[in-house]
């Protein structure tokens, strides 16, 4: 049985601008209780994470629950991960 506060995992990818400031990608996973969820706080942490790598804003984020179908596996395959 999974308690309502325990935290879960979220993918999100974002279009960024990459060290180099050129267009990108990049995907993340961050772990959040569904309350974090609601609030946003995936995001924050998403672009705190980012922010570490060198990923610069202007950004935009779409986690698994909201994005098309299509997105995720798009931009994995576009970094290299099997999708």
């Given amino acids: 049985m999974v308690h309502k506060n325990s935290a879960f995992a979220v993918t999100v990818v974002t279009a960024c601008r990459n060290a180099a400031g050129s267009p990108d990608f990049a995907r993340t996973v961050v772990q959040v209780t569904p309350a974090e ?47």
């Fill in 37 to 83: 969820f609601a609030n946003g706080v995936h995001d924050d942490r998403v672009e705190e994470r980012l922010a570490q790598a060198g990923y610069e804003k202007p950004s935009v984020h779409s986690d698994e629950r909201q994005a098309p179908g299509l997105l995720i596996p798009a931009v994995k395959q576009y970094i290299g991960l099997p999708a």
